[in-house]
């Protein structure tokens, strides 16, 4: 994304992909995000540190500041039930089903008042895995070669955050 900041950081992110068998795709990948800062003073982890904009307290007398900086994984897997049998009415992805996962962020950090109440920038924090882990199911509609793709899919992720920026 390039209109949340930081602006033009540099992330190094690499994906493997592999078949097994006929009908099975797993893919997996790493991504260090906001690796190498475009402009120092702008990356969280290097700017002049603001207590209540970035700012959290980890034991009394010990300040830590969040960061844009962090490691992410991601995982898929597909199954595509149609390559058993050799129907030309299917479109490529018709009838696949897949999980889609990811973990953003192996980073934890508390929450920004569990020491001081008057701090409220991160007001949850992110100190359980199971909050930085979304997860979606779905399955790819048939639409015999009509379109694309058309997908019904269910997701679920475990943060305690609103859907906001």
Excluded at 16 to 24: H, L, M, N, Q, R
Excluded at 77 to 98: A, S
Excluded at 138 to 152: A, E, R
């Amino acid at each position: 994304m390039s209109d949340i900041e930081p602006f033009f950081n540099f992330s190094l992110s690499y994906i493997v992909d592999a078949a097994i068998g006929k009908v099975f795709d797993v893919g997996a990948g790493i991504s260090f995000s906001n690796l190498i800062p475009a402009d120092e003073k702008n990356d969280m982890e290097n700017s002049t540190h603001d207590y209540l904009t970035n700012g959290y307290i980890k034991t009394p007398g010990d300040t830590g500041y969040y960061t844009f900086q962090g490691t992410k994984l991601m995982f898929r897997f597909m199954f595509d039930p149609k390559r058993f049998f050799d129907v030309p009415i299917f479109g490529e992805t018709d009838g696949q089903i897949y999980l889609e996962t990811a973990i953003l962020g192996l980073q934890n950090y508390p929450k920004s008042n569990a020491i001081d109440t008057n701090n409220i920038c991160n007001p949850f924090g992110y100190d359980n895995i199971w909050e930085k882990i979304p997860v979606a199911i779905g399955f790819n509609i048939p639409t015999f070669k009509q379109l694309d793709v058309l997908s019904l899919e269910g997701e679920w992720f475990g943060s305690k955050y609103s859907d906001s920026y």
